[in-house]
C-alpha cells in the first residue's frame, strides 16, 4: 500500500479494494482525530491495470465508501512533475 501527498492533495494506491477500505479507514480517522475535513465530492477510485484485462469499471466492482460511496472513474487529471 502506498501514499503520494503533494499540496493537499493524495494518491492512495492499494493491491484490492479491501486494503484500499483499510486506507480510507484510518485516513479518515486520523483526519478526524487532527479536524482535518476530507472532501468527498472531489473523491474518486480508479483501478490501475488489473489483474484480468477483459474486466471494465462497471457495477460488480465493490462500493468503497468515505462517507458516501465513491465514484469510480477511468481516467483522471493527474499532473506528474520531475
Do not use: G
Amino acid at each position: 500500500m502506498y501514499l503520494f501527498a503533494y499540496a493537499d492533495d493524495m494518491v492512495l494506491l492499494a493491491p484490492a479494494w479491501s486494503a484500499m477500505q483499510k486506507m480510507l479507514t484510518i485516513l479518515k480517522t486520523v483526519c478526524t482525530e487532527y479536524d482535518i475535513v476530507i472532501n468527498t465530492q472531489k473523491t474518486v477510485c480508479m483501478v490501475v491495470n488489473p489483474k484480468c484485462s477483459s474486466k471494465s469499471l462497471c457495477v460488480s466492482f465493490p462500493q468503497i465508501a468515505l462517507d458516501r460511496k465513491l465514484e469510480f472513474v477511468t481516467s483522471s487529471n493527474i499532473w506528474v512533475m520531475s
